[in-house]
């Protein structure tokens, strides 16, 4: 469909947005707040398993969802594209719910470990769909400030394991390493199968519709989203998009643009994890729980401190997400990437001196207040941009395919963070690990500078234009090659 528009898609690109769309959005991004909620409340749990684990068996259980979602989103991209998007936002439901189950119940490592996969499997394959199907029916004007709230909902996600991990342990704090961990696991079954019914009521993709000549589901997708077409106007469009891959019928779909599109969100996506975001919710408890421990205070309340003091940490993530939706369509993808990397450099080195020479109740707020900051800066620039982009910069012929491998590098980026950061804590210890995060943080402020366009306010079919050159950067928001 690319470089066509006939009437239909062309209004769903210029509309106003109304209640239907947020619900929409809201659904296709279930998945999101499950993708926070089974990623962090590993990390409540972690101290509580009644399992010998070294710094290696901590990182691959904990790792073990992070490899899963680097399975499922490279599965994802090729099926959904079959598929539809529906369809697998559905099954991924069923993977959350089964592999929550299995977590709970487990009585040994390998078990726990297979049940985080599972989840990981739901959670990569969700987190290449999402965005990509909101992409698909949101006006463009709006598309970022929708898009994001797919990163709203993992931050929601986040903050409810550790609100939930903080009310279990406080109500039963006596079996933390026999019960309650267990329920902190399992209970994510809940949500995932409330999703599972709410999702079989989403509309699929009219643009992965009329790609696949359904004229009749494609017509009852535009009476939801608010549009009235009539059948020869959907046969129109149908005919038009028919025409568009008649055209491009024996020539490669992964043109330059996408496949250079597609290379420039992968690094994005590999930078957005190693500069060390999901340290802090994956092993946020065990970090902090050290800087409670305190004569008078018992294990299990140290912990619950270190819970406590992550939740924390969660709501800063949760309201500085409404800085992204609120301006990532005014301000831009790319001018809040270059701030956010700056300020997380920043925060990074603050926490760092913390770590490194200060000791008692100052380390602890130095600490917490870098954290805070340096994940204010993440959720307003980078957290939600790199899932907007993901969506928005391939055409809807390969969106699903490309999007999957965007998300699955993504996952092996955070497989590899995760894994490695135990080792890299116990050789160089938190102070350095965190200034060389910093350093990768200066790195992604350049890459940014140089190589990401503008997409802001384009569709979906216009956006691709913008790789097939250079970034324009005079005007960031107009391709460098004149067609």
Known sequence: ??????????????????????????????????????????????????FKLGPVATGIIVAGASLGSFVGALAAGPLTD?????????????????????????????????????IGIAIGADSAIATAYISEFAP???????????????????????????????????????????????????????????????PESPRWLLEHGNEEKAMKAFNLLGLEPTPEEVHSEAVAVRREQERVAGQSLWTKPV????????????????TGINVAFYYGPHLLTPY?????????QSEIYGVIAAGILAVVNVIATYFAFRFIDSIGRRRLAIGAYIGMAVFLLVGSYGASFLSGIPQLIVVMVGFALFIACFAIGIGGTGWLLQGEVFPTAVRGRASGIGAAVDWLANYGLVLAFPIMQVGFGLGWTMIVFAVLCVVGI??????????????????????????????????????
């Open 292 to 300: 409670f421990v305190h004569p008078g205070t018992t294990a299990v």
């Open 82 to 118: 079959k598929f539809g998007r529906k369809s697998l936002l559905l099954i991924d439901s069923g993977l959350f719910a089964v592999g929550s189950l299995i977590s709970a119940f487990a009585f040994e490592p390998v078990t726990l470990t297979i049940g985080r996969i599972i």
């Open 259 to 274: 496949r250079r599109a597609l290379l420039i969100v992968c690094i994005f996506f590999i930078l957005q994890q190693i």
């Open 1 to 50: 469909m690319e470089n066509t528009k006939a009437g239909l898609l062309e209004t769903l690109d210029t509309r106003d947005i109304g209640r239907f769309y947020i619900y929409l959005a809201v659904l296709a991004t279930i998945g999101g707040f499950l993708f926070g909620f089974d990623s962090s409340n590993i990390g409540s749990a972690l101290v509580f398993l009644p």
């Open 446 to 483: 350049f890459f940014v500078y140089f190589f990401l366009p503008e997409t802001k306010g384009h569709s979906v079919e216009q956006v691709v234009h913008l790789f097939e050159g250079p970034v324009n950067r005079k005007n960031p928001g107009e391709p460098s090659v004149t067609r």
């Open 140 to 202: 463009a004007r709006r598309r970022g400030s929708l898009a994001i709230i797919q990163q709203w909902m993992i931050t929601i996600g986040i903050l409810a394991a550790y609100v939930i991990a903080v009310v279990i342990l406080w109500i039963a704090p006596g079996v933390a390493s026999t019960v309650d961990w267990r329920i902190m696991l399992g209970i994510g079954f809940i949500p995932a199968i409330i999703s599972l019914i709410m999702r079989a009521r989403m």
